[in-house]
């Protein structure tokens, strides 16, 4: 109802660039916030990836143009919690049981003078990369609605690649800022752990410390993310987080010097796909405008998945995760993926046994023995966090010899076909390593899938050629024009490195010739 309004100028303009108009003047907030609403309204209908309630977002008039993001309109996660509004990852039993509190996140957006406007969905209990629960529905890939957006902040990803939003705030415990980054087209930064306060991020899993669960930024471009991280880091949420390591975001940081890569390790974990073929030119690409990147194969990958990553995600047998579907419905995305946790426990031990000398699906037997395993003790439990600290200390000092100050290696990419994410769970490792040793890592779009990868994908057997490798051939498949993405990592606490190697990325992408 304003033609005067420019809704395309609007959309295109980054976060640094929009907040700088909203405070100087140039636009007005209520310009924006409805040009805003008024995409995600057309959005919403065709991919259901709002969780059906606009939060109230006119109560911040009082705040003072001065604010580094006044009233730039931002949306979040389902699970951060937002005083009087629901937090459900799409649980029966977690609705009607509205916040008593702003996260600290909101609480410091708030004082910022932004306006989080939206909440986006997620998959049931979060411990999904796709993004559908049985209260909201199934959110698809507005690229091609056959594909989910990823998970587990997938309505972000939708929303945010959409064009409905101009920078949102997902959580990532295995990957769940990453995947649907990747899968969407967007950009996502994984802090440092306690770097961003998750004080007012309500979790299915408590007391799962193998990897650590943080929240960090989405957006279109590298710079939204950086913008948003500074203003983020701020004495406000130093105050209200006291556990928040108070460092304040590093304007000045040196160009990264020393490059990695790697695309596959040759042991069991590394799931191959074609289009990976695209990230093998960058390696040579990279090195003549910015710098010499070393091959980096991270050191004992299946030992890392099997015995760290799937161990410590099932440590509890399940137990917990199980408990938040009491009385509920189970969506049909989790049930491959929780169906383990459901048999019974002495049969667990006697499946494991039976599938350890298949040799047709060697890792399928050894993924359900890492879960299956058991409900661990004390004692068991403490000593699987002494092997990942052993194995952090490992990994730095092979970074180190190295010389290296990131790294750059594949996340799942191209998007997967709704319904595949649950049957590829140990896929997600490509992503929960950085969880594991808590490094920053984040995901830039580089290129497009092409008619070729989809003809050399018919060919894909992988390393083992075995109902893993065929299930994930099913799961890229029909993915031409999807974006294909990379991952970008540096040592834990150099989230600034982090972003400035991903711009320097960004820029290659869009310079790099077709
Ligand atoms: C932001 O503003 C800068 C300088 O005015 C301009 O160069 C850049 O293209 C803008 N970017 C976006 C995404 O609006
Ligand atoms: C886990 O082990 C504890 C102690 O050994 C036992 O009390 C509990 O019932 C077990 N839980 C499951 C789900 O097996
Ligand atoms: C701002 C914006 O993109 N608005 C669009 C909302 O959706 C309708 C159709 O559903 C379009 O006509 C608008 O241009």
Redesign the pocket.
Same mark, same amino acid.
């Given at each position: 109802q304003n033609p005067d309004v420019d809704?395309r100028s609007i959309?295109s303009l980054s976060l640094r660039n929009l907040s700088q108009k909203l405070r100087e003047g140039a636009l007005s907030p209520e310009a924006v916030l409805y040009?805003y609403m008024?995409?995600n @309204? @057309?959005l919403e209908?065709t991919s259901f990836l709002l969780t059906g309630k606009w939060l109230p977002c006119v109560t911040l008039d009082s705040r003072a143009p001065a604010c580094i993001l006044y009233r730039a309109p931002l949306s979040l996660v389902e699970l951060l919690e937002y005083r009087g509004h629901d937090s459900t990852a799409g649980l029966v039993q977690w609705l009607d049981q509205p916040a008593a509190e702003d996260s600290v996140i909101i609480q410091v957006f708030k004082k910022l003078g932004a306006i989080p406007f939206v909440k986006t969905n997620v998959p049931q209990s979060m411990m999904n990369y796709d993004c559908s629960n049985p209260t909201y529905g199934q959110t698809v890939n507005l690229l091609n609605p056959k594909k989910t957006p990823g998970g587990s902040s997938g309505g972000e990803g939708a929303l945010i690649g959409g064009g409905g939003s101009v920078l949102g705030i997902g959580t990532d415990i295995g990957g769940s800022i990453r995947i649907p980054s990747s899968f969407c087209g967007i950009c996502g930064l994984k802090p440092t752990g306690n770097r961003i306060s998750v004080v007012g991020l309500a979790t299915c899993t408590p007391g799962l410390k193998s990897l650590t669960f943080t929240a960090g930024p989405m957006a279109k471009d590298v710079d939204s993310l950086a913008f948003c991280m500074k203003a983020l880091l701020c004495q406000d949420m130093f105050d209200l987080d006291p556990r928040v390591s108070p460092i304040p975001f590093k304007d000045e940081v040196c160009r990264p010097l020393g490059g990695g890569w790697y695309i596959e390790s040759k042991q069991r974990i590394q799931l191959t796909v074609s289009v990976i073929g695209h990230l093998l030119p960058w390696k040579e690409f990279l090195p003549c405008v910015s710098m010499q990147l070393v091959h980096f194969p991270p050191p004992r990958m299946g030992y890392c998945l099997f015995e760290l990553i799937l161990k410590g995600v099932s440590a509890d047998g399940g137990l917990t995760l199980l408990r938040n579907f009491k009385g509920d419905f189970m969506d049909p995305s989790l049930k491959t993926q929780l169906f383990p946790y459901m048999i019974p426990r002495a049969l667990r031990s006697i499946l494991s046994f039976i599938l350890k000398p298949v040799t047709r699906w060697p890792r399928l037997a050894e993924g359900l023995y890492g879960v299956l395993c058991k409900n661990r003790s004390v004692g068991e439990l403490w000593e699987h966090h002494h092997e990942v600290e052993i194995y952090c200390k490992n990994f730095i000092s092979e970074w180190k010899k190295l010389n290296l100050d990131v790294l750059l290696c594949p996340c799942l990419t191209p998007a997967f076909t709704i319904g595949y994410p649950g049957k590829l769970i140990a896929a997600a490792s490509y992503t929960a390593l950085y969880n594991l040793l808590d490094f920053p890592a984040g995901i830039v779009p580089v290129t497009t899938v092409t008619q070729r990868d989809e003809e050399e994908l018919k060919g894909h057997r992988g390393y083992f050629n075995d109902m893993l490798d065929s299930t994930l051939r099913e799961a890229v498949e029909g993915g031409v024009g999807l974006p294909v993405s990379v991952q970008c990592v540096a040592l834990p606490w150099q989230d600034e490195l982090c972003l400035r190697f991903m711009r320097e990325v960004e820029v290659l992408a869009t310079q790099k010739p077709a």
């Open positions: 809704a959309l040009t008024e995409k @309204s @057309s209908t």
